[in-house]
């Protein structure tokens, strides 16, 4: 049980577009998700925390406009990166917790390359 | 602002090798910390946590103990297998389980047959 799932895994995209990435709790109700980003060899660094139905908070330096998120059922979120550019090539984690302090669940990233 | 640092890999050991991978941090207040790992491919899988000082947490013959008096919480397992080889990251918490996580950079190993 607690499997979350991330799609794409990877996707490359051209300067300019708009990437969604989508992460879904698979066998339980995420009423909290967290979204990371993690540079080669670097720490994950939480961008945001969303809450079913309410808006994302971010954390300090991360662009709101930027990095749009999405949490509008229990099972899912989505991240969208607007007007990608190559900056913005990472590796994206988010993470789901039924809330109350309990455990995250990670899901396995999904790597952006913005050529 | 709280940071975790852990020895930089890749570690790659022999099969039945003891395995410690170090890992230090620094915060205001305290802590829980944990040793997550990520196998290939896959998520990050919680391993082990302690919540308090002298605390010590094991799972799969891993164990690491919550020395506030260093800031460590080094992982360690005493015969290390090949299904062990994945990314291991060090991480804290300021917000009990689950909340405000801070993670190091992580410590790829690599167990050889």
């Known amino acids: 049980g607690a499997v979350v799932s991330q799609h794409p895994s990877w996707v490359i995209c051209k300067s300019g577009t708009s990437v969604k990435i989508e992460c879904r709790s698979l066998d339980f109700q995420a009423t909290t998700m967290f979204w990371y980003r993690q540079f080669p060899k670097q720490s994950l660094m939480l961008m945001a925390t969303?809450?079913?139905?309410?808006?994302?908070?971010?954390e300090q330096g991360v662009e709101k406009d930027k990095f749009l998120i999405n949490h509008a059922s229990l099972t899912l979120s989505t991240l969208t990166v607007t007007s990608a550019h190559p900056e913005d090539s990472s590796f994206y984690i988010c993470?789901?917790?039924?809330?109350?302090?309990?455990?995250?669940?990670f899901g396995p990233g999904t790597r952006l390359l913005v050529l | 602002g709280d940071s975790v640092t852990q020895m930089e890999g890749p570690v790659t050991l022999s099969e039945e090798a003891f395995l410690t991978i170090n890992c230090t941090y620094t915060?205001?207040?305290?802590?829980?910390l944990f040793w997550y790992v990520q196998y290939p491919g896959e998520g990050l899988q919680l391993l082990l946590k302690a919540t308090k000082a002298d605390d010590k947490g094991s799972n799969k013959g891993f164990e690491a103990t919550y020395r506030k008096e260093t800031t460590s919480f080094h992982l360690e397992k005493g015969s290390v297998q090949v299904s062990d080889s994945a990314v291991y990251f060090c991480a804290l918490s300021d917000g009990g389980y689950g909340q405000n996580f801070v993670f190091g950079p992580g410590t790829r190993l690599s167990v050889l047959p």
């Open positions: 915060a205001t207040g305290y802590p829980s």
């Open positions: 969303s809450n079913e139905g309410s808006k994302a908070t971010y």
């Open positions: 993470s789901a917790s039924s809330g109350g302090g309990r455990a995250q669940y």
